[in-house]
């Protein structure tokens, strides 16, 4: 059971990203998906957050209007764009899958089952 995030790197303030995040080992049709940061000497914070089937998403007002969260479950793969970059958006980013019954987000962190290894992203000015 394993989670690939991969796409992080170095970009300009204003520039964009893509990660993405492969599942192997289980099927992520039944779990909600959501994607933390971590900065150096802070703790991991959610930043976007989708339901099973893809109805639903949640975003924190840090990165609401410039973060897209997205799966495609025929490739067991989530993505997260990420436009309008920011110095304060440079961490470790973490994919997570929690398993639950409903479509709905799960934007509690104990929830989660399986976490990625994480991709740096820095941003820089």
């Known amino acids: 059971v394993q989670l690939q995030a991969s796409g992080g790197g170095l970009v300009q303030a204003g520039g964009s990203l893509r990660l993405s995040c492969a599942a192997s080992?289980?099927?992520?049709?039944?779990?909600?998906i959501g994607w933390f940061r971590q900065a150096p000497g802070k703790e991991r914070e959610g930043v976007a957050y989708?339901?099973?089937?893809?109805?639903?998403?949640y975003y924190p007002d840090s990165v609401r209007g410039r973060f897209t969260i997205s799966r495609d479950n025929a490739k067991n793969t989530i993505y997260l764009q990420m436009n309008s970059l920011k110095l304060e958006d440079t961490a470790v980013y973490y994919c997570?899958?929690?398993?639950?019954?409903?479509?709905?987000?799960?934007?509690?962190?104990?929830?989660?089952?399986?976490w990625g290894q994480g991709t740096d992203v820095t941003v820089s000015s």
């Open positions: 997570a899958a929690g398993s639950l019954l409903k479509d709905y987000v799960l934007t509690r962190i104990t929830g989660y089952d399986y």
């Open positions: 080992g289980f099927t992520l049709d039944y779990f909600a």
């Open positions: 989708i339901s099973r089937r893809g109805s639903s998403t």
